[in-house]
Nanobody
Framework: QVQIMESGGGVVQPGGSLRLSCSAS????????IGWFRQAPGKALEGVAC????????YYSDSVKGRFTISRDNDKNTVYLQMNSLKPEDTGVYYC?????????????????WGQGTQVTVSS
């Protein structure tokens, strides 16, 4: 049984940082493209970051480019999303995802596995 588990969400002030972690069981993440979606209240699901499993290529949405960094530790079968200079509009539920054809455009239809989500709230 495949399980994707996020952690690291919380409440942070504007300008602060958080690091989300995503661990997996039942699959080897380095065999998949991996990414992060977010769902803000009242807004559509947004793909914010994605990493290829064939090289070091990454994709970021314009809304997070320069502030967020996606990385993976294959030895730990874990993916990270480092989020810096957080803004109130970054608030939402963040989902770790994996899929074989996810990179780079991140269509939600290409997601093979979803995590349960972790809440990030940016507020003063």
């Amino acid at each position: 049984q495949v399980q994707i588990m996020e952690s690291g969400g919380g409440v942070v002030q504007p300008g602060g940082s958080l690091r989300l972690s995503c661990s997996a069981s039942g699959i080897t993440l380095d065999s998949y493209s991996i990414g992060w979606f977010r769902q803000a209240p009242g807004k559509a699901l947004e793909g914010v970051a994605c990493a290829s499993n064939t090289d070091d290529s990454t994709y970021y949405s314009d809304s997070v480019k320069g502030r967020f960094t996606i990385s993976r530790d294959n030895d730990k079968n874990t993916v990270y999303l480092q989020m810096n200079s957080l803004k109130p509009e970054d608030t939402g539920v963040y989902y770790c995802v994996s899929g074989r054809v996810l990179f780079p455009n991140m269509p939600s239809s290409a997601v093979a596995y979803w995590g349960q989500g972790t809440q990030v709230t940016v507020s003063s």
